[in-house]
């Protein structure tokens, strides 16, 4: 499963940039927009025939398999607090000194963990409440996170904003994302730890979009 969501992950991914960049009006940069939108097309189809590819019948046979399997011997036991488990994925990320790029992905990365769990405790208030919070964090760092690919394919075709007016334009949208996101997240743990000490977006360092979406 793990193989398979992640080459359906990276399909999603340039379907998202693909928009993106639809709805981005750049008429100085008509161009590079023009080419960039066939890069990541060209891009798209190579990962959809690998997805296809990937999904062959036997994977299938055996994939559904396992599900079976799988869904037989999950067991939930009945102490187990889905909730404060949610909670403490997210306050488990190591973000004593001023929040950069890389911390902010790992909360992206334990947000969603966290949303599942807090998905499986149910239909009670508490729970839809934090499934709802965690939901808005996630959507928050997730926008961010898709504007930061989409620039670093730009950069990767163009450079830097010296030799592109495209790339200037993404790397401004992509720092005002990054700022959103941050504030989500300040605003989403302050709901989970009131009296948690709450990491500030570290301004004096720039954002350097390649190295963050190769982290990703």
Do not use: C
């Not at 997805?51 to 009945?78: G, S």
């Not at 909730?83 to 001023?98: E, F, H, M, R, W």
């Not at 007016?165 to 605003?187: G, H, I, M």
């Not at 009296?195 to 954002?207: E, G, I, L, N, Q």
Request: charged share 30%; net charge positive; proline share 4%.
């Amino acid at each position: 499963m793990a193989k398979l969501r992640k080459k359906a992950g990276k399909l999603r991914d340039l379907d998202v940039q693909l928009d993106l960049l639809r709805n981005l009006k750049s008429p100085q940069a008509a161009g590079h927009k023009a080419q960039l939108q066939t890069f990541l097309s060209a891009e798209r189809v190579k990962r959809e025939k690998k997805l296809q590819k990937a999904f062959d019948k036997e994977t299938v046979t055996e994939l559904r398999k396992r599900l079976k399997r799988a869904e037989h011997n999950v067991e939930i036991p009945e102490n187990a607090e889905p909730l404060a488990a949610a909670q403490k994925l997210v306050t488990q990320v190591q973000s004593d000194g001023p929040m950069t790029e890389e911390i902010l992905h790992q909360y992206r990365i334990a947000g969603k963990r966290a949303r599942y769990l807090a998905e499986l405790a149910g239909n009670s208030a508490d729970a839809q409440t934090l499934a709802s919070q965690l939901k808005t964090m996630q959507d928050g760092i997730g926008d961010w996170h898709d504007w930061l690919q989409l620039t670093a394919h730009a950069e990767k075709l163009f450079g830097s904003v010296h030799d592109s007016s495209l790339v200037a334009q993404l790397r401004n949208v992509t720092r005002a994302k990054y700022r959103e996101a941050v504030r989500v997240l300040n605003q989403t743990k302050s709901a989970l730890i009131p009296k948690a000490k709450v990491p500030v977006p570290d301004r004096r360092r720039p954002v350097n979009t390649v190295a963050a979406a190769a982290i990703a």
